[in-house]
């Protein structure tokens, strides 16, 4: 199973980006779905999740409650991050995260986010 992450870059704070998160198979495998973020000189924490089928079973971290929507497209088998009012302490490392039925946690590569005017 591959994650292929992309959506990162450079925003000033106040901007917005989306994340994207494709799987390279059906994302019904998948029991959740997440990103975490790892700050330098910060440990790995999560973002936000969607568990289940629908976009209606989420979570999310404090620091993001607000500002961050996570999403799913299960026809084209990826999970969005939309970041909206984004703040330099959101710079980071982006990593997208699945719980797959059979082989367990799997990682993405990280993707880079940086706020700074």
């Known amino acids: 199973v591959q994650l292929q992450a992309s959506g990162g870059g450079l925003v000033q704070p106040g901007g917005s980006l989306r994340l994207s998160c494709a799987a390279s198979?059906?994302?019904?495998?998948?029991?959740?779905m997440g990103w975490y973020r790892q700050a330098p000189g910060k440990q790995r924490e999560l973002v936000a999740r969607i568990i289940g089928d629908a976009n209606t079973n989420t979570n999310y971290a404090d620091s993001v409650k607000g500002r961050f929507t996570i999403s799913r497209d299960n026809a084209k088998s990826i999970v969005y991050l939309q970041m909206n009012s984004l703040k330099p302490e959101d710079t980071a490392v982006y990593y997208c995260?699945?719980?797959?039925?059979?082989?367990?946690?799997?990682w993405g590569q990280g993707t880079l986010v940086t706020v700074s005017s």
């Open positions: 995260n699945v719980g797959h039925r059979r082989l367990g946690t799997l």
């Open positions: 198979e059906s994302i019904f495998n998948f029991i959740v």
